[in-house]
C-alpha cells in the first residue's frame, strides 16, 4: 500500500529550526516531484515547496523563501524540508505530497498524500 509519512514536527521556540521529513513506502519517490504544504487552523491549504523530480527545480512560498529549504534523498526514498528562522506564522500542520510528474506544483493536484505532522512555533 503506496504511503507517505511525515516526521520531524514538535513545539519550537521563534528563531529556531525543524526538519521535516516525508518518507515513502510502497512506492518509489525516484518517479514523483514531492510538495510541501501546510494548513493552519482556520485558514485554506497552502503550497510551501515543492521539488521536481529530478531534484533540480525547487519552488518556495514569498513567505519561507530564505528560510526554508527542501531537498530529497531518494537512496532513501525521504524528501526533508529545513526550517529555520521559525515565525509564530509557521505555526500548522504540515503535509506532503506525491505527484508522479517531473515538474512539482505549489498547489493540487497530488497523487498521494500524508497525515501531516504539527508544527508549532511559539515561545
Known amino acids: 500500500q503506496a504511503q507517505l509519512v511525515e516526521s520531524g514536527g514538535g513545539l519550537v521556540q521563534p528563531g529556531g529550526s525543524l526538519r521535516l521529513s516525508c518518507a515513502a513506502s510502497?512506492?518509489?519517490?525516484?518517479?514523483?516531484?514531492i510538495g510541501w504544504f501546510r494548513q493552519a487552523p482556520g485558514k485554506e491549504r497552502e503550497g510551501v515547496s515543492c521539488?521536481?523530480?529530478?531534484?533540480?527545480?525547487?519552488n518556495y512560498a514569498g513567505s519561507v523563501k530564505g528560510r526554508f529549504t527542501i531537498s530529497r534523498d531518494n537512496a532513501k526514498n525521504t524528501v526533508y524540508l529545513q526550517m529555520n528562522s521559525l515565525k509564530p506564522e509557521d505555526t500548522a500542520v504540515y503535509y506532503c505530497?506525491?505527484?508522479?510528474?517531473?515538474?512539482?506544483?505549489?498547489?493540487?493536484?497530488?497523487?498521494?498524500w500524508g497525515q501531516g505532522t504539527q508544527v508549532t512555533v511559539s515561545s
Open positions: 510502497g512506492f518509489t519517490l525516484d518517479y514523483y516531484s
Open positions: 505530497a506525491a505527484r508522479s510528474q517531473a515538474m512539482c506544483l505549489m498547489s493540487p493536484p497530488y497523487d498521494y
Open positions: 521539488i521536481s523530480r529530478s531534484g533540480v527545480t525547487t
